[in-house]
């Protein structure tokens, strides 16, 4: 059992930089994938990045490919998402995510993962 809570939302303008943190409980944590999603109003959550167990594999989607890095800190139990030249379009509630297993396959798809956080609102300003 893994329980995540996101923090680090905000408003931001656009261009601006927001780190997002996942804190895990569980002794488990530093053997599972992590991700972060998104989910703007009226849409359907959308993948935004994924890193496995060891920080090793990471992946991103398209849409913030060069301006968004995930990482973690297994000893802190944390996963970060650092958010840089933010566009207005990136508006949503961030989710963070976790799976016991990471593949490139699937992790994109909401449903493979196997536990979530509340989410934290992001919002920013043109």
């Known amino acids: 059992q893994v329980q995540v809570v996101e923090s680090g939302g905000g408003m931001v303008q656009a261009g601006g930089s927001l780190r997002l943190s996942c804190a895990a409980s569980?002794?488990?944590?530093?053997?599972?994938?992590m991700g972060w999603f998104r989910q703007a109003p009226g849409k359907e959550r959308e993948f935004v990045a994924a890193i496995s167990w060891s920080g090793g594999h990471t992946t991103y989607a398209d849409s913030v490919k060069g301006r968004f890095t995930i990482s973690r800190d297994n000893a802190k139990n944390t996963v970060y998402l650092q958010m840089s030249s933010l566009k207005p379009e990136d508006t949503a509630v961030y989710y963070c995510?976790?799976?016991?297993?990471?593949?490139?396959?699937?992790?994109?798809?909401?449903?493979?993962?196997?536990?979530w956080g509340q989410g934290t609102q992001v919002t920013v300003s043109s």
């Open positions: 569980g002794r488990t944590f530093s053997s599972y994938a």
């Open positions: 995510a976790a799976h016991p297993v990471f593949s490139y396959q699937a992790v994109s798809d909401p449903s493979w993962w196997d536990y």
